[in-house]
Antibody, heavy 121, light 107 residues
Framework: EVQLVESGGGLVQPGGSLRLSCAASGFTFTTSGMSWVRQAPGKGLEWVSY????????NNADSVKGRFTISRDNAKNSLYLQMNSLRDEDTALYYC??????????????WGQGTLVTVSS | EIVLTQSPDFQSVIPKEKVTITCRASQSIGSSLQWYQQKPDQSPKLVIKYASQSIPGVPPRFSGSGSGTDFTLTINSLEAEDAATYYCQQSSSLPWTFGQGTKVEIK
């Protein structure tokens, strides 16, 4: 069974930093592209970052470029999101999502339950 | 950035009725369009990929169609468990974007 378990969320002041983690199991993590997708309270979904299986391809939404860094440790079956210079508008539930394989890598096949990040003074 | 516009924003439907949700892209995206179902307090679930391709484990009453700029998600014979918000998402070009969502309520 595919499992994605996010952690690391919490309350942080504007300008602060936070590191999210996603522990993956039940599938071959080392061959799977992964993304972070967020959802502000009561709002829709927003793709944040993508990293390919070997970390050779990384893409970020303009809203987080220069502030967020996606990474992974295939030896630990883990995905990360380093979030710096946090803003009020970054407040959201952050989901870890596994990409479909091959040409469908832009489709999110499985999602975790999310970890809540609240940016507030 | 490709903008996806869904219609309607909200739909109230009686069980066993057919539901149709549309998603229009601001430019052609071929067939690179997914549909997700999100029930209250749950994470999203993929129900259709690449416009019309079914997903294992998803009931066959869910189907998708369309290409280019206009897409449709159809739920045949709606069941109570289908009450959710449905989102379309394009993977044709970065940044990947989502529609604003369509909430389906059971009457």
């Amino acid at each position: 069974e595919v499992q994605l378990v996010e952690s690391g969320g919490g309350l942080v002041q504007p300008g602060g930093s936070l590191r999210l983690s996603c522990a993956a199991s039940g599938f071959t993590f080392t061959t799977s592209g992964m993304s972070w997708v967020r959802q502000a309270p009561g709002k829709g979904l927003e793709w944040v970052s993508y990293i390919s299986a070997t970390s050779s391809n990384i893409n970020n939404a303009d809203s987080v470029k220069g502030r967020f860094t996606i990474s992974r440790d295939n030896a630990k079956n883990s995905l990360y999101l380093q979030m710096n210079s946090l803003r009020d508008e970054d407040t959201a539930l952050y989901y870890c999502a596994r990409s479909y394989s091959g040409i469908y890598y832009g489709a999110f096949a499985y999602w975790g339950q999310g970890t809540l990040v609240t940016v507030s003074s | 950035e490709i903008v996806l516009t869904q219609s309607p924003d909200f739909q109230s439907v009686i069980p066993k009725e057919k539901v149709t949700i549309t998603c229009r892209a601001s430019q052609s995206i071929g067939s690179s369009l997914q549909w997700y179902q999100q029930k209250p307090d749950q994470s999203p679930k993929l129900v259709i990929k690449y416009a019309s391709q079914s997903i294992p484990g998803v009931p066959p009453r869910f189907s998708g169609s369309g290409s280019g700029t206009d897409f449709t998600l159809t739920i045949n014979s709606l069941e109570a468990e289908d009450a959710a918000t449905y989102y379309c998402q394009q993977s044709s070009s970065l940044p990947w974007t989502f529609g604003q969502g369509t909430k389906v309520e059971i009457k």
